[in-house]
């Protein structure tokens, strides 16, 4: 399995982008074994986080997981701490 920091800055989008409207949609990949994406977009007053893995978009594949976190500072860790959990229970 990859090792990533999912905190790092960069790797996930700052809260503003969110709070303007702005999907994001990131995967990561390693050779020979499967490749996990995820979309990130505003829901309301919250973030929607969604996760999948194979080859294909978000629009020709079937969501795994999802969940919703707070539009605030300390929702935003909360998500990206989630991220890190479903990567590394559907890379295993």
């Given amino acids: 399995m990859k090792t990533i920091d999912w905190h790092r800055q960069g790797y996930i989008p700052i809260l503003i982008d969110f709070q303007n409207g702005n999907t994001f949609i990131g995967s990561v990949s390693e050779k ?5 994406r995820y979309r990130l977009s505003p ?9 999948w893995y194979g080859p294909y978009c978000y629009e020709k594949s079937e969501t795994l997981d999802q969940s919703e976190f707070s539009m605030d500072m300390e929702g935003r860790e909360k998500m990206v701490d989630w991220l890190k959990s479903k990567y590394e229970s559907m890379i295993e």
């Fill in 43 to 51: 829901a309301e007053e919250k973030i929607r986080a969604e996760v």
């Fill in 32 to 36: 020979g074994k499967k490749e996990f």
